[in-house]
């Protein structure tokens, strides 16, 4: 009986950190979140940073003569095999201030997502494309879907042996499920309780079909704005940030409750 006890309080606690570890977050390099909101809240400011996946694309213009309208900066996470027929939407996105990450060549899950190398190629094919058109390499990567079910300790470090950063988001607009949903509901999903993070990085779309995204972009920075928030793109120095890696933490603990 005592066996069978011992048995049902190490489930039950292991259940518990099961769901605490789903309902995080996102985590910031070197476990320093909470630092890192430390001196934003020391020194009283609000950061936010705008992303967009998916493009270039003929769209991607619109979305950039927005953002000049508003001075605001930006980062476009880029799709390889789209740059070739919009390089000077590429070009533009540079000399105009914004930085430029690497959402993989094809988007395509099954082939980026095969292995790790396969995943490595697909961004180095991109990072090439990039620095042929704006003389520049990129090391920013976004995880098509984001890095959750794909990113555990050894190909982390596998990406940093590659010199590649991973960046998330906290906060998104359902624009990548449906490109169709009304630009009221994209701002009120853009602008959902932004108080919870900081800083704040929020996805968005910017291919073809995103048209109403476009529409809400004007609203969403005018949200920000006025809740005095400073808009900044991702760089190189910009601290790393990605979603846990929850089955490298239950194995862990596992191996810890059971070892003996």
Request: with cysteine; net charge positive; hydrophobic share 35%.
């Given at each position: 009986?005592?066996?069978?006890?011992?048995?049902?309080?190490?489930?039950?606690?292991?259940?518990?950190?099961?769901?605490?570890?789903?309902?995080?977050?996102?985590?910031?390099?070197?476990?320093?979140?909470?630092?890192?909101?430390?001196?934003?809240?020391?020194?009283?400011?609000?950061?936010?940073?705008?992303?967009?996946?998916?493009?270039?694309?003929?769209?991607?213009?619109?979305?950039?003569?927005?953002?000049?309208?508003?001075n605001v900066k930006a980062t476009f996470f880029l799709i390889g095999n789209q740059i070739e027929d919009n390089e000077q939407v590429v070009k533009r996105i540079y000399s105009e201030g914004h930085s430029i990450g690497l959402?993989?060549?094809?988007?395509?899950?099954?082939?980026?997502?095969?292995?790790?190398?396969?995943?490595?190629?697909?961004?180095?094919?991109?990072?090439?494309?990039?620095?042929?058109?704006?003389?520049?390499?990129?090391?920013?990567?976004?995880?098509?879907?984001?890095?959750?079910?794909h990113l555990n300790k050894n190909f982390l470090e596998k990406l940093h042996n590659n010199n590649f950063k991973i960046y998330d988001w906290n906060i998104q607009a359902s624009d990548g499920i449906n490109p169709k949903i009304?630009?009221?509901?994209?701002?009120?999903?853009?602008?959902?309780?932004?108080?919870?993070?900081?800083?704040?990085?929020?996805?968005?779309?910017?291919?073809?079909?995103?048209?109403?995204?476009?529409?809400?972009?004007?609203?969403?920075?005018?949200?920000?704005?006025?809740?005095?928030?400073?808009?900044?793109?991702?760089?190189?120095?910009?601290?790393?940030?990605?979603?846990?890696?929850?089955?490298?933490?239950?194995?862990?603990?596992?191996?810890?409750?059971?070892?003996?």
């Amino acid at each position: 009986m005592k066996y069978k006890n011992n048995i049902f309080v190490r489930a039950a606690v292991f259940m518990c950190i099961f769901f605490m570890t789903i309902n995080s977050n996102v985590v910031f390099a070197n476990n320093s979140k909470h630092n890192l909101n430390e001196d934003l809240q020391k020194d009283n400011k609000k950061i936010i940073y705008l992303t967009f996946d998916d493009g270039p694309s003929k769209l991607t213009d619109k979305f950039l003569d927005i953002l000049k309208e508003n001075n605001v900066k930006a980062t476009f996470f880029l799709i390889g095999n789209q740059i070739e027929d919009n390089e000077q939407v590429v070009k533009r996105i540079y000399s105009e201030g914004h930085s430029i990450g690497l959402h993989t060549y094809t988007h395509k899950y099954r082939k980026i997502y095969k292995n790790g190398d396969s995943f490595i190629d697909e961004m180095n094919k991109s990072n090439e494309l990039i620095k042929k058109v704006t003389g520049k390499e990129s090391h920013l990567i976004r995880f098509p879907g984001g890095s959750r079910k794909h990113l555990n300790k050894n190909f982390l470090e596998k990406l940093h042996n590659n010199n590649f950063k991973i960046y998330d988001w906290n906060i998104q607009a359902s624009d990548g499920i449906n490109p169709k949903i009304p630009p009221y509901k994209l701002v009120k999903e853009a602008t959902k309780d932004p108080d919870k993070h900081n800083p704040v990085i929020l996805l968005m779309h910017c291919d073809y079909m995103h048209k109403n995204t476009c529409i809400a972009l004007p609203e969403i920075i005018k949200y920000y704005k006025s809740q005095g928030y400073e808009f900044k793109p991702i760089t190189e120095d910009t601290e790393e940030i990605y979603f846990p890696i929850k089955t490298n933490k239950a194995s862990s603990f596992l191996e810890k409750l059971f070892k003996n």
